[in-house]
Antibody
Framework: QVQLQESGPGLVKPSQTLSLTCTVSGGSISSGGHYWTWIRQHPGKALEWIGYVFYSGSTYYNPSLKSRVTISVDTSKNQFSLKLSSVTAADTAVYYC??????????WGQGTLVTVSS | QSALTQPASVSGSPGQSITISCTGTSSDVGGYNYVSWYQQHPGKAPKLIIYDVSNRPSGVSNRFSGSKSGNTASLTISGLQAEDEADYYCSSYTSNKTWVFGGGTKLTVL
C-alpha cells in the first residue's frame, strides 16, 4: 500500500522560495501507475491543484501558478518535490502530496502547513 | 478555471439521507465523467470516496453514492451516521487538462 509523507520548512519569508519534498513508501515512484501531484488547502478550506510530475520528469502545472512552480522527481530517493518562488501571504496553506492514478487523487499525504511570514 | 460550486453546509439526522451538489460548466463537470468526491475530517487529509462520478473505491461504504446530470454532480449519503460528519469536496478534470475543486460542504449530523 503506497503511502506519502510531506517534509519541509513550516515557515517561509515573503519573496523567498517554498520547498517541499514528498517521500513515497510502499511502492516505486517509477512504477508508472501514478502521476505525482501537489495540492494545497488555503486557511479558508478551498483546495487548489498545483501540478504533477510523472516519473519520467514530464510535468503539468496549474496555469495560475505556472510562472512560479517547479515540480521535480528523484527516482533514486523515491521522492518528488515542489518549489514555489516569490511567495506571499496568499501562499500560506496546508500542502498535500498525492498520487493521481487516473482522474482522481489517492493516496494523499497527511499534509504540511506552510506559513509565509516575516 | 473557477472553483466548482457546492453548498456551504448541509445537515441531517441519523438514518436520513442527504445530497450534496457540485455545479460546474461544460468545460469540467459537464464535459467529462471525471468527477471525484473527498471526505475530510478535521485535521486530516482528504479521503477519496467516489471517483469517475459514481464509482466507490474498495473499502468505502455503499451508503455513499454519486451521480451526474448535465453540469451538476451529486453525492448522496444514505443512512447518515455520526461519523459521516465532515467536510466534503468535489473535484473535476477540466478541458485545460487541469483539475478544479469545489469550495467544500460541511455536513452536520444532528
Amino acid at each position: 500500500q503506497v503511502q506519502l509523507q510531506e517534509s519541509g520548512p513550516g515557515l517561509v519569508k515573503p519573496s523567498q522560495t517554498l520547498s517541499l519534498t514528498c517521500t513515497v513508501s510502499g511502492g516505486s515512484i517509477s512504477s508508472g501507475g501514478h502521476y505525482w501531484t501537489w495540492i494545497r488547502q488555503h486557511p479558508g478550506k478551498a483546495l487548489e491543484w498545483i501540478g504533477y510530475v510523472f516519473y519520467s520528469g514530464s510535468t503539468y502545472y496549474n496555469p495560475s501558478l505556472k510562472s512560479r512552480v517547479t515540480i521535480s522527481v528523484d527516482t533514486s530517493k523515491n521522492q518528488f518535490s515542489l518549489k514555489l518562488s516569490s511567495v506571499t501571504a496568499a501562499d500560506t496553506a496546508v500542502y498535500y502530496c498525492a498520487g493521481t492514478a487516473d482522474t482522481w487523487f489517492d493516496p494523499w499525504g497527511q499534509g504540511t502547513l506552510v506559513t509565509v511570514s516575516s | 478555471q473557477s472553483a466548482l460550486t457546492q453548498p456551504a453546509s448541509v445537515s441531517g439526522s441519523p438514518g436520513q439521507s442527504i445530497t450534496i451538489s457540485c455545479t460546474g460548466t461544460s468545460s469540467d463537470v459537464g464535459g467529462y465523467n471525471y468527477v471525484s468526491w473527498y471526505q475530510q475530517h478535521p485535521g486530516k487529509a482528504p479521503k477519496l470516496i467516489i471517483y469517475d462520478v459514481s464509482n466507490r473505491p474498495s473499502g468505502v461504504s455503499n451508503r455513499f453514492s454519486g451521480s451526474k446530470s448535465g453540469n451538476t454532480a451529486s453525492l448522496t449519503i444514505s443512512g447518515l451516521q455520526a461519523e459521516d460528519e465532515a467536510d466534503y469536496y468535489c473535484s473535476s478534470y477540466t478541458s485545460n487538462k487541469t483539475w478544479v475543486f469545489g469550495g467544500g460542504t460541511k455536513l452536520t449530523v444532528l
